[in-house]
């Protein structure tokens, strides 16, 4: 059972991503990938809320875990920061993309878990 919460869970947070992230990305019409930035720091925020409550159950923590691992995308945010220009040398939108994501990412989390405590 707790693997078929999980693949659910999973399906449905990477549909929600799919959605979101073209979404957004449709409308800035943006050079830089706002759309999986966008889903990256909705999802560490919610991540930081799971890990923020007080007495979380298991189904919640592995759905809200689930869905928020098929939501957001370490991957596709590694291949877009080198579509910006990381090789032969680090562009400004690279690096930037990188960095402060990196950053705007923890402090997602830690303001998700900061508003459960």
Known sequence: MTALIATVAGSLGAVARYLVTGAIQKRTRSRMPVGTAAVNLIGAFALGMIIGVDQP???WLLAGAGFTAGFTTFST?????ARLGLFPRPSMRSMANLFFLGMLGVLSAALGYYVMT
């Open 77 to 81: 945010w590694m291949v877009e920061t």
């Open 57 to 59: 159950t298991a189904g």
